[in-house]
């Protein structure tokens, strides 16, 4: 690939992903910049003892402005879907962010007609989002289309779950505080 695939390992993550990832790029002979806020997670940075807003800006925001400036990069491709949440519905193709990073959905600069608006400023950055328009179902139309490897994570198998009420949470994540009398249950 002409440029390297950039990572930002934004929480403990599954060895099942962290070895699927390691063993895809090898695969497809990427060069694969693995960056992480250490301190973040040495600080014990959890959304279920900062609350999600405070433990994403340490472990998303702060890590990838982190390996932005450590690469010298001034754009990042991702890979989220507006229909995944409420909040991504304003998020544009190209999103702008200022030299703080965060998203400021009444600060984007207009796309019509697939007109992309690029230039910045030292210190800002672009979050580029390609597959934004795309739902679901078209995304894993095009994996069967194109024969893409997923993670096998995805599939459904028996696993250990934290329950909570209609919430399941896979205990692999070694940062999930057990309540009072809770314990895993094989989950399918």
């Not at 697939?114 to 030292?122: A, K, R």
Request: aromatic fraction near 10%; hydrophobic fraction near 40%.
């Amino acid at each position: 690939l002409p440029f390297p695939l950039l990572h930002v390992d934004t929480t403990y993550k599954f060895g099942e992903m962290i070895e699927f990832r390691d063993r895809f790029c090898a695969e497809i002979g990427a060069r694969l910049i693995v960056h992480t806020n250490r301190k973040a997670i040495e600080d014990g940075a959890s959304p279920f003892l900062l609350g999600t807003q405070k433990c994403c800006g340490l472990l998303k925001t702060r890590a990838l402005l982190d390996a932005l400036s450590a690469g010298n990069f001034d754009a990042a491709f991702g890979g989220a879907r507006r229909d995944e949440e409420k909040s991504r519905a304003k998020e544009r193709v190209y999103s702008f962010r200022d030299a703080f990073g965060p998203w400021d959905p009444k600060n984007q600069r207009p796309e019509l007609r697939n007109l992309f608006n690029s230039p910045i400023q030292p210190g800002e950055s672009l979050r580029i989002f390609p597959l934004s328009t795309w739902t679901e179902l078209d995304i894993c139309q095009y994996i069967h289309a194109e024969d893409i490897p997923i993670v096998p994570l995805y599939f459904a198998k028996e696993r250990p779950m934290l329950v909570r009420g209609e919430t399941l949470t896979p205990v692999e994540q070694p940062f999930i505080p057990l309540l009072p009398g809770e314990r895993p249950q094989m989950v399918r």
